[in-house]
């Protein structure tokens, strides 16, 4: 299958019959992905990560600077108005909670002093090039936002309004813990125009929270942090709660709902959770199918819940039923805000352009170019650290068409060609041709859209025609299997789990087998080695081709042991694939 024109006079009913089987193998695949992630948790956009061509690799500071100079320049000269995000980013946690996906580190004293002078000078690094751009919206996140001292949080505040614009009344929206808000840091965010306070709470069963190693947060500490809240006049109050806890049982469930549900917060936002891979080890044996039957028996909670969020005086937001993985959230419906909050839910992931200050998972990303995560922050921002995924012209158009097929909207053939000077027709000829065959898009003289009616199954299974079945069949593969290298030395294994996530990147992690002082010492040296390893090859390495990923992955390890001063002589080292897990 090929993306490119297909020349000549097309048989309509050969098409449609070549059409029809592809069609089938990618409704198999599509399925064999819903039993792994289900099918609520589809997002077109991700099958062109998942199927990028790009390799990441590091990025200067000034290489990022004037890949943002040349970019902005260029919406200038087009005129181009779309969504401009500033993103505010901590890696910084009291403590990690064991099933959380993200980057963060546990503070120490001085870590966060230095991060806020840090985070102020990048700021003035970039500043310059943001003199005529507004952001739509703000968002500040981590991490936690309110683990700063107040001193530090007016000072990191008043640089980036002090130099960053902002378009009128628009949302701005700050993630908190409940354990480190206090009146003092919610009057200087109010003071700098936050208009949404979002509290992770994630359930209010504190024996619930110590079996998550979520511990330091108690009832009265979300009531307060409600309470003052709407003390201050935030227009809207949202609390997160998290389905899928290990220990958790139906009645204690809906008792925590009901618990939120009396502190009146204007939303409440019920996400399905996607484990850690220490989650899964600590508590579901590190297999990905017993946490599914434990997530999935507390799916079918989700009817009583609804029902006692009505009769709570919550209405359920009809949008967020589309995508049940982006959380199901509730609006109550005589709250404060009822009425006059119009900021809606959005899904990050398909915002256009993120300038992001500070470091952490949240990437940076400009709009049909490339996209950028932080490393590390220096006391010089010249000499910031930063890794980058430039997208190839192929991924370009995908990224650009599937974004539009998620949202729902017509793709304009004008505006496709504008951006790539390539028309529409011809950059996915044979996949448009054989979704028309399949009556599955609607084509006008100005745009395509794919059919409303079918369903995420269908939808992810038509988009798959846009895309190298070689290439998609191997993701899929990786997908529902995961990779698995064992590393050994002497006989004795540790296994490398490395797998794709729902946004296409890798996952690594390394299973401990025994304990003993020698073999922790040997332990040691592996994971230290392995990590460095992993993360410098999965840069320079397609890791879809597991064979040659294998081979440098060995050679690599064993050069980083010896060049360490760990020599392996009297030893064997081997890093072999295994079975399925």
Wanted: hydrophobic residues 40%; glycine residues 6%; proline residues 2%.
């Amino acid at each position: 299958m090929s993306d490119g024109k297909i020349s000549g006079s097309i048989d309509i009913e050969h098409s449609t019959l070549s059409a029809q089987r592809r069609y089938r193998v990618f409704m198999d695949m599509a399925r064999l992905i819903a039993l792994r992630h289900n099918d609520w948790s589809f997002r077109l956009v991700d099958i062109s990560n998942f199927c990028s061509t790009s390799l990441s690799r590091p990025l200067a500071a000034e290489e990022v600077r004037s890949a943002w100079a040349e970019h902005l320049s260029e919406l200038k000269r087009r005129g181009e108005r779309h969504a401009m995000v500033l993103g505010i980013t901590t890696p910084y946690c009291r403590s990690r909670c064991d099933f959380c996906l993200y980057y963060k580190k546990t503070a120490h004293t001085g870590d966060l002093e230095t991060y806020t002078k840090r985070m102020i000078r990048l700021v003035g690094y970039f500043s310059d090039l943001f003199k005529e751009v507004k952001f739509s919206r703000v968002y500040f996140d981590g991490g936690t936002p309110t683990l700063f001292s107040e001193k530090q949080l007016n000072k990191l505040l008043a640089a980036i309004f002090g130099n960053f614009h902002f378009e009128e009344n628009c949302l701005r929206d700050v993630e908190t813990h409940p354990n480190s808000v206090t009146r003092g840091k919610l009057e200087i965010l109010r003071k700098w125009g936050f208009n949404r306070i979002s509290l992770g709470v994630q359930d209010m069963s504190a024996e619930i929270l110590s079996l998550s190693g979520r511990r330091h947060q108690t009832r009265d500490m979300v009531k307060n942090a409600i309470t003052w809240s709407r003390q201050l006049g935030f227009p809207e109050i949202s609390v997160d709660m998290l389905l899928g806890l290990f220990g958790n049982d139906e009645n204690r469930f809906i008792k925590s709902f009901e618990d939120v549900a009396a502190l009146c917060p204007d939303t409440i936002i019920l996400y399905i959770m996607e484990p850690s891979a220490f989650y899964l080890k600590r508590r579901f044996k590190n297999r990905r199918d017993i946490f599914e039957v434990h997530l999935n028996s507390q799916l079918l909670w989700l009817d009583r819940v609804k029902a006692r969020a009505q009769q709570l005086d919550y209405a359920i937001a009809p949008e967020s039923l589309a995508r049940i993985s982006d959380g199901i959230k509730f609006h109550r419906v005589d709250g404060i805000c009822a009425g006059k909050c119009d900021y809606s839910y959005q899904d990050l992931n398909t915002v256009e352009t993120v300038f992001n200050v500070g470091a952490g998972w949240h990437a940076s990303k400009l709009f049909n170019r490339f996209q950028y995560e932080t490393v590390s922050l220096k006391d010089d921002p010249a000499r910031n650290v930063y890794i980058g995924r430039i997208s190839s012209e192929k991924d370009r158009y995908r990224h650009y068409l599937l974004e539009r097929f998620e949202k729902g909207e017509s793709v304009a053939k004008r505006e496709f060609y504008s951006w790539f000077g390539v028309r529409l027709e011809d950059a996915f000829a044979d996949g448009l041709s054989s979704l028309k065959a399949l009556k599955l898009i609607k084509e006008t003289e100005n745009s395509f859209r794919l059919l409303p009616a079918i369903g995420s199954v269908e939808r992810f299974a038509a988009a798959m025609f846009m895309l190298e079945y070689r290439r998609l069949a191997s993701v899929v593969n990786n997908m529902i299997r995961g990779k698995e290298l064992a590393i050994g030395v002497n006989g004795k294994e540790r296994r490398l789990i490395v797998s794709y996530d729902e946004t296409g990147q890798n996952v690594f992690a390394m299973e401990f087998q025994d304990e003993t002082e020698e073999a922790g010492q040997l332990e040691r040296k592996l994971i230290k080695g392995a990590e460095k390893v992993f993360d410098k090859l999965s840069r320079s390495i397609d890791t879809c081709d597991l064979v040659k990923f294998t081979r440098r992955f060995e050679s690599s390890l064993r050069a980083f042991l010896n060049k360490a001063g760990h020599k392996l002589e009297g030893r064997t080292l081997t890093v072999r694939r295994t079975g399925k897990r």
